[in-house]
């Protein structure tokens, strides 16, 4: 069963239908979001990767030890998609 297949079966019901094209707006977003990482080369195995190795990076900031610097903005960047 492919997903525009379940997608079909779902908005075949009313209600589903009208809730969906309520939030249409939303689901074209998020749409034109994965087409730019798509473009962009990111795929979530490397978005899942980029985001462990930047989650290593955060710190609350009273424990610091320096200050941000332009590098650690360069190997987060994969994660922020742009």
Sequence with gaps: MSLQHLKQQAL???DVR???ERLENEFAFIDQLLSMRA????NPR???KAHAHSKKQHQPIGTRQRQPQ???IIKIRP????
């Design 70 to 72: 332009l590098g650690d």
């Design 46 to 48: 490397t978005a899942r």
């Design 39 to 42: 473009q962009a080369g990111v």
């Design 18 to 20: 009208v809730e969906y």
């Design 12 to 14: 075949a019901n009313a």
């Design 79 to 82: 994660c922020l998609w742009f």
